[in-house]
């Protein structure tokens, strides 16, 4: 990747960050010094972390599946620090052709049938694409503990016609980075 076209220290304005629900799982609840430096982070660096609707019901916050109190995610959201994407437009044809590749990576890298592949992994890519289609940032951030969906996401936005625009950053090692 060419690092003079990605801000090298990725809390740009024309950066978005994309995360997956392992990130704040690996943070735990907010009582937990991970979880606060991560919400330290967003903050400092005026950064809103956005969420597939997928990785939201994932981490608990989908109304059916909440328990009482508030979820870390929905206190994160409630915070400005997260939000929750609109659902991808399917019908957009390089939205298709970055979640098929994004399937397609992680069913080659881990030898799994593609049907096997969370649908999650496959939405970070279509938020990524569309983050970078609607021209809410020049470049994307993909934070996940799944090596094979973050370097399938570069990949797959790669392939596309988004070469050297997304970056893949392993969620433990963000917060090794940060606590």
Sequence with gaps: MDEERLPL??????????GDSGLFIACGRQQNNKYTALERFARRH????????????????????STPGQTPINSAIDAGWVTVADDPDYTNSTVSRVMDGVRRYIADSSNRNEDHIEKADAALGAVAVNCLLNRDAEFVVVVTTDTDA?????????ANGFEDRARFKVGFELIDEIT
């Design 9 to 18: 220290n990725d809390v740009d304005d024309a950066v978005a960050w994309v």
């Design 46 to 65: 005026d950064i809103t972390f956005v969420i597939p609707q997928r990785v939201y019901e994932e981490l608990g916050g989908a109304p059916d599946r």
């Design 150 to 158: 973050g370097e399938g996401v570069v990949a797959a936005l790669d």
